[in-house]
């Protein structure tokens, strides 16, 4: 079945237009593991994955009229993930920590732990290493699901237990992106794994997302410091340019003279989801592109999500389609828990012990209207 998918991946979908990255650009060995792209499909959905940190590197939907395009900003092979010059985590997992963690340490169970600091001296995502440059292993295949798992050793990026980790990407008729996760550890640790495609809805290279418009369930946020790390305060956003729980425009209020946006460059900040910790998946925002008419809703069972809006792409560097990745060209939309939370005895919990299975679902469903 998998050569099948591979053979697939080589040809142009000339009914639809959707022109499919060549397997043989990212197909190699990392680590003597091996790395392969994969091409799922359902409903009007055509994806492709490698399994170099779970990337999506691209993702076909139509818009209002039926005319396709790539909306996940990506590189055309695997070299330029593997030394990336740009953003590291274009379309990947990011873990076993997504977000950041203060000073890189944190202490559990009365043991301090360090981690690299990879992002301005706090650890970002991980860490060096991370869930996004490894090979994960692939474990079943179908022409719209993808499981893979990977091992985590005790002390990788300073990180306690031996962990595994399983993951489920799945295509379904209703247009949906589903991402599964689950994790197991046999010895205390702290676990908050996160998707992080970015998106341009009309396409990669097609221009700003400033005139998205975008919703978010949530009334509070988790302000942050110029580093970008939680204060401990949960604010209100009524009254502030945070307040999306009415369709706005991302572009309507970013300018403003605010210390959150200065600090984030824009929006990359934390929101408190409306919601219970009681593991039921609900909607949590949405994102609609007007001249396309293309949309995503996001689902999840996680209480928090991150929204950055494309700050720090500068047009220095080039998509797949050899077309600038300029400022604010792409959103990212994580699910998660709180960024800190390690460091944080007022935010929930997340640690995992032996014996429980850290669990999150996130939905990305595409519409047009």
Known sequence: ?????????????????????????????VN???????TLKAGDITMQVTNYGGRVVSLWVPDRDGNFA???IGYQNIGRYIDNKGERYLGAVVGPYANRIAGGRFTLDGKEYTLPQNDNGQTLHGGTLGLDRIVWNVDEVTGNSLLMSCTLPDGQDGFPGNRTVKMRYELTPENEFAVT???TTDAPTVMNISHHSFFNLKGEGNGTVLDNILTINASHTTPVDSHLIPTGEIADVEG???DF????????????ENEQLRNGKGYDHNWVIDREDDGTVIRVADLYEPQSGRGIEVWSDQIALQFYSGNFFDGSYDGKYGRPIGHREAVALETQRYPDSPNHADFPSCTLRPGEVYKHTCIYKFYTK
């Open 70 to 72: 790539d909306i996940e």
């Open 32 to 38: 003597n593991s091996p790395v392969t792209l994969y």
């Open 240 to 242: 502030t340019p945070f």
């Open 245 to 256: 729980r009415t369709p706005t425009a991302i572009g309507s209020r970013i300018g403003e």
């Open 1 to 29: 079945m998998a050569m099948l998918l591979l053979a697939t991946t080589a040809c142009t979908e000339q009914r639809s237009g959707i022109e499919l990255l060549d397997p043989a650009d990212f197909t190699t060995t």
């Open 181 to 183: 996760y689950e994790g």
